[in-house]
Structure formats: structure tokens, C-alpha cells
């Protein structure tokens, strides 16, 4: 097995929240308890669900993202020069059971983007002090602020030139790795949805609408992905998970990997990809061709979506169809997402997340030993 990130059994990060943490989250929004008291909750769910995971076998340990609502807003709001606003950004998720709308509350860029604090470097080391394993982190990834909203959403005032914007971003970025690393993270995942979405050619359309050149935007993005990584520490491993949505089971884009692949394998500077593939929504394993030697690609076989188990010999049957473009030994297993990238979680129980990451760390161990 891997001794470094990404390891062979891995998982993406945020995990279903326990309902005595989901009581008190509700109990704290009714002015019932206080921040301290919610955080007492906090840490005695994070310390169960990181010896969860120990006990199972995986080598990266999360807090299961239990201190968020939402895997990307709750970070991005802490970004100096970032305000929320009122206007709520109507996102259209499908699953098996019909189609559901995720509103989140919106943001804008009303003042020059910087660094004020390490954002979750106090969230980071309370999980280092609970874990004997590898404490990983998730952020999200500095194109999350970009891709919703566009130019309209960054103030002509603050930003009357777009590349200035970038830099600063990156820049801010840049920081809050040099301080986490700083904190002692050696193991962090930048999530992505934009460069996932950018296959969807509806989502292209999209990109085209809000201003953006759908043709070029995932390296406008890969460019500006790397600015945010040139102050990592050298001993800090760094991977991208690319999602096409995660909300209550629903997803919220198609599409294989081809239109990003070549520029997203050779240009991105990370050590690793965490990719879905539980579906025909993820098309083929032929894009993994472009995937350079020392680079690591982590294969989301194991759905989040639904409850149903995966049989072992299918997975091991994927995992020999992607080596037919990519060496074996450059592979790994994971589920294809979040289980509960908001805190409203996906439909299926605790104990099917359990039994899903018991099977990768088994189905892990057979292939690579």
C-alpha cells in the first residue's frame, strides 16, 4: 500500500453527519445553544468518526467536513474581500428518484481578495490531535469562486481588470497553504466541480453566458489553480477532486473527461486525481492515456449516490479495464464522491458508508497487496 497521499484506499472527505451532531446543528441555528457548546458536539462526533475510519483501515483521515453546511461556501466566505449576498444561485440536481433544486446563498467580490486568517487550520488541528493516521484536509479549489457567477459576480470597482483578480486570488491561496503546511498539513484536497461540469457541453453553454470562453475556461482555470500552489510546502501532498454535483444523491452534470483531459493531466501541478466513475455519466477510462508518469489517479468506483453495495470482482474488473491506459501501480480506489457534501446528506445510512469504505480498503488490499 501507499505510504504517502494518495493512499490505494482513500475517500474523498465529508461524511454523514451522526444525528446527535445534526440535533445540535439545528439547536445552535434556534439560538438554543451557544457557539461553544455546539463545538463540544463538534469535537466528540469528529474524534468517533476519525477512529471510524482508523479502525476500517484507511490510511487519510477527515473530519467528515462535520463543522460545515456546504464543503465550499464555508470557506470561501472567510476569504477577505468576499461578502454573501441575499441572491440565492438555483442549482438543478437529478437523481433516481426525480429532480431536486439546491439554493445556496450567493457570494460577490466586493473588495480585493486576501488572506486575513488560515482558514480551517484550527479545524486541521484538532483532527491531527485525534488521529494516528494522516490527517487529510479538503478546501475548495479557487476556481469555486469564479465559476457560478462570473464577471457579474466580482465589483467592477474592486477589479476593473479580471487578471488582477486572478493574481490576488491565487495569491490569498497561496498563503493559506504555506499556513496550513505551517500547522503541519502534509495531505490536502482541493474540490472542484468547474473542471468535472466543463465536459457537460450544456454546462459550456453555460460558461458561455456568464462571459466566459467555454473552449478555453478549464485553462484559465488550471492556471490559476497552480498560482494558488506555489507557495505548497514540499512535504505537503496536494490532489483535486473533480466532481459534477453532490447534493441529497443528486448529480448535476455529464460527460467523460476528453475535453479537459490533456491540459488537466500535463498542466495541473498535483500530485494526484480523484475521479468519479461509478456511472456512464463519467464516460471511459480512454482519457487516462494522458495521465504523465509520478501522478497518481484515485478511481471513484464506489458510488456515494445509493445504498446498494458494490460487488468486489466488479470493482477489480474496472480497476483492470483502467490499467489498460494507465500502469497499475499509478491507481487507486475510492467512492466517486462526498458522502454528504452539504450537511443534508445523501440517501443512504451510516452504516452503508461504513460497509462502502470497509469494501475499498478490502478490494485495495487484494489488488495491490
Request: proline residues 4%.
Amino acid at each position: 500500500m501507499n505510504t504517502q497521499p494518495p493512499f490505494r484506499a482513500d475517500h474523498v472527505g465529508s461524511l454523514l453527519r451522526p444525528k446527535e451532531l445534526r440535533e445540535a446543528r439545528l439547536q445552535f441555528k434556534r439560538g438554543e445553544i451557544d457557539a461553544a457548546a455546539l463545538k463540544r458536539v463538534e469535537d466528540a462526533a469528529i474524534k468517533t468518526v476519525a477512529k471510524m475510519q482508523e479502525d476500517i483501515g484507511l490510511q487519510g483521515i477527515t473530519d467528515g467536513e462535520f463543522r460545515r453546511s456546504s464543503w465550499h461556501m464555508d470557506f470561501l466566505y472567510q476569504l477577505g474581500g468576499v461578502q454573501k449576498v441575499d441572491s440565492n444561485i438555483t442549482v438543478h440536481f437529478h437523481s433516481d428518484k426525480g429532480d431536486v433544486d439546491f439554493t445556496p446563498s450567493g457570494l460577490r467580490v466586493v473588495d480585493r481578495i486576501r488572506l486575513d486568517k488560515c482558514i480551517f487550520g484550527d479545524h486541521f488541528e484538532y483532527l491531527r490531535s485525534v488521529t494516528r493516521g494522516t490527517p487529510k484536509l479538503t478546501i475548495p479549489s479557487p476556481s469555486m469562486i469564479h465559476y457560478r457567477g462570473g464577471r457579474a459576480a466580482v465589483d467592477t470597482k474592486a477589479y476593473p481588470d479580471m487578471e488582477a483578480f486572478w493574481t490576488d486570488l491565487g495569491a490569498a491561496y497561496a498563503d493559506e497553504l504555506a499556513e496550513l503546511g505551517k500547522r503541519g498539513c502534509t495531505y490536502l484536497q482541493l474540490d472542484d466541480t468547474s473542471l468535472a461540469y466543463l465536459n457537460d457541453p450544456t454546462q459550456r453553454d453555460y460558461v458561455k453566458s456568464i462571459g466566459g470562453d467555454p473552449d478555453a475556461q478549464h485553462r484559465v482555470y488550471i492556471k490559476n489553480i497552480n498560482r494558488a500552489l506555489s507557495k505548497k510546502p514540499s512535504a505537503m501532498r496536494v490532489c483535486t477532486h473533480l466532481c459534477r454535483g453532490n447534493f441529497r444523491s443528486g448529480w448535476a452534470a455529464s460527460g467523460g473527461y476528453d475535453h479537459v483531459a490533456d491540459a488537466l493531466f500535463n498542466e495541473l501541478n498535483v500530485d494526484g486525481f480523484f475521479l468519479e466513475y461509478d456511472d456512464e455519466r463519467s464516460g471511459g477510462f480512454e482519457p487516462l492515456r494522458f495521465v504523465p508518469k509520478g501522478k497518481f489517479v484515485v478511481l471513484g468506483l464506489v458510488t456515494t449516490k445509493r445504498p446498494e453495495l458494490e460487488h468486489k470482482d466488479d470493482l477489480k474488473r474496472r480497476i483492470e479495464q483502467a490499467a489498460r491506459f494507465i500502469p497499475l501501480e499509478q491507481l487507486c480506489l475510492s467512492p466517486q464522491c462526498g458522502f454528504s457534501s452539504t450537511e443534508e446528506g445523501n440517501e443512504l445510512t451510516i452504516d452503508d458508508q461504513i460497509a462502502k469504505l470497509r469494501l475499498i480498503v478490502e478490494t485495495a488490499r487484494e489488488v495491490w497487496g
